[in-house]
């Protein structure tokens, strides 16, 4: 594993959002869903799609508090562009699982 240093962690910024609109993305690879995430007043709504299809309907999306890196440039995926990355962990199975705030905290927040 490469080490990196704390000031190039401190580039990666993560913050809270909120899912606003999820939506099923069957033209993507492999099956994901879009979503449209609001950080707050400061960075606005952004889109992403996750593939988070074993674990979550775009339905029970909705209201959820999720991390994102927020900073990365945007990425055409199929006819869709992700403007950031919705973070999560892999199951024992591979399926991933939402990384979020274990109570609710103010869009936009930034993980330290």
Not at 13 to 36: Q, S, Y
Not at 60 to 79: D, K, T, W
């Amino acid at each position: 594993m490469a080490e990196i240093s704390f000031d190039q962690f401190l580039e990666v910024d993560i913050r809270v959002g909120k899912v606003v609109r999820a939506e099923p993305f069957p033209e993507a690879r492999k099956p994901a869903i879009k979503l449209w995430i609001d950080f707050g007043p400061e960075i606005g709504e952004k889109k992403s799609s996750a593939q988070i299809t074993e674990h979550y309907t775009p339905e029970a999306l909705v209201g959820r508090q999720v991390m994102a890196v927020v900073n990365f440039p945007p990425r055409q995926i199929g006819p869709f562009m992700s403007q950031c990355l919705t973070l999560g962990v892999t199951d024992a199975a591979g399926a991933v699982v939402l990384a979020g705030p274990d109570g609710e905290v103010p869009l936009g927040a930034r993980l330290h």
